[in-house]
């Protein structure tokens, strides 16, 4: 494979796993025990992490990613 197609795959599987990373250990004002004030959104989080998240994330993508280029380049799916 090139080097361009392993790029654009980390690329779209980093946006796909973003999407199941994000919602681990979040939680709202109503499960932290908050008080919320009138008019603001009782759903929204109140500590979202997204560095973490972040990091997390570009670990499980490049993990990913290592095994898709392994599975294409050891000819896995006999094409």
Avoid: C, Q
Wanted: without cysteine; charged residues 15%; hydrophobic residues 60%.
């Amino acid at each position: 494979m090139k080097t361009g197609t392993i790029v654009a795959i980390y690329f779209v599987v980093w946006w796909i796993t973003l999407f199941l990373v994000l919602p681990f250990g979040v939680k709202n004002a109503d499960e932290a025990g908050e008080v919320v004030e009138k008019g603001h959104e009782r759903g929204a989080p109140v500590a979202t992490r997204l560095a973490i998240k972040a990091a997390i994330n570009t670990v499980l993508a490049a993990f990913v990613t290592a095994a898709i280029w392994w599975a294409v380049t050891s000819n896995l799916f006999g094409a």
